[in-house]
């Protein structure tokens, strides 16, 4: 089961009015600069609790999973289902190598997770270095600007005249240096990310 996270009880002016007893500052100084962190941080519990809660096994996961359970005399060497592949799913897939996907959008999704199992481990850690380095890359060049998610299925892409996160990227990258293209989507924010395992039952 996930594990609740749970923030103790406390009482921030009590403490702050201690504080300001001790070391003869004001009291209310320090509320006021302090309060903002401690909403921060009740703010950012209540999101990873949120986001342990709500996490989804994608169908590209699933599928990759169901054929490494059983194992296939001619395994396919495509997968994918009636979306093109996330962020994650492209990046994971791509890293375990024996099969291939038709597509992906390129949106980050905050709430994908992979299954309890030791194939992901190795996987997993991957994932996160490659976040971690690019979320760098991001972080120095000071790339703020959100760009606007494609459209996830192939269908509406046909008809759309940016219908690839590639060339999305392209087009961001003529008109402004905001954007930034890594290759296997657009991460569009510098923004901290671990992919997850789910928690075993």
């Known amino acids: 089961m996930p594990a609740a996270i749970a923030l103790r009880r406390f009482d921030l002016d009590a403490c702050i009015a201690r504080h300001a007893a001790d070391n003869h500052v004001r ?4 509320t006021a600069h302090l309060k903002p962190l401690w909403a921060a941080r009740k703010d950012f519990a209540t999101l990873v609790e949120s986001t342990i809660n709500d996490s989804k096994i994608h169908a590209e996961i699933q599928i990759l999973t169901y054929y490494h359970l059983n194992p296939a005399k001619l395994p396919p060497r495509a997968i994918g ?15 375990h190598g024996q099969y291939t996907l038709p597509g992906t959008h390129g949106r980050l999704y905050t ?81 901290i990310y671990h992919a997850r395992k789910c928690s075993s039952t």
Request: hydrophobic content about 35%.
């Open 27 to 30: 009291a209310g100084h320090l």
């Open 81 to 95: 289902s009636s979306k093109n592949a996330c962020y994650l799913c492209n990046m994971l897939v791509r890293l």
């Open 111 to 191: 709430k994908w997770m992979l299954p309890n199992l030791l194939i992901f481990d190795d996987l997993l850690d991957q994932i996160n270095r490659n976040l971690e380095s690019q979320t760098l890359i991001l972080a120095r060049e000071n790339i703020t600007r959100a760009i606007d998610h494609p459209y996830e299925g192939p269908v509406l892409s046909l008809t759309s005249p940016i219908s690839t996160t590639r060339e999305q990227a392209l087009e961001a990258k003529s008109s402004t240096t905001e954007g930034h293209d890594l290759g296997q989507g657009i991460i569009p924010y510098p923004y």
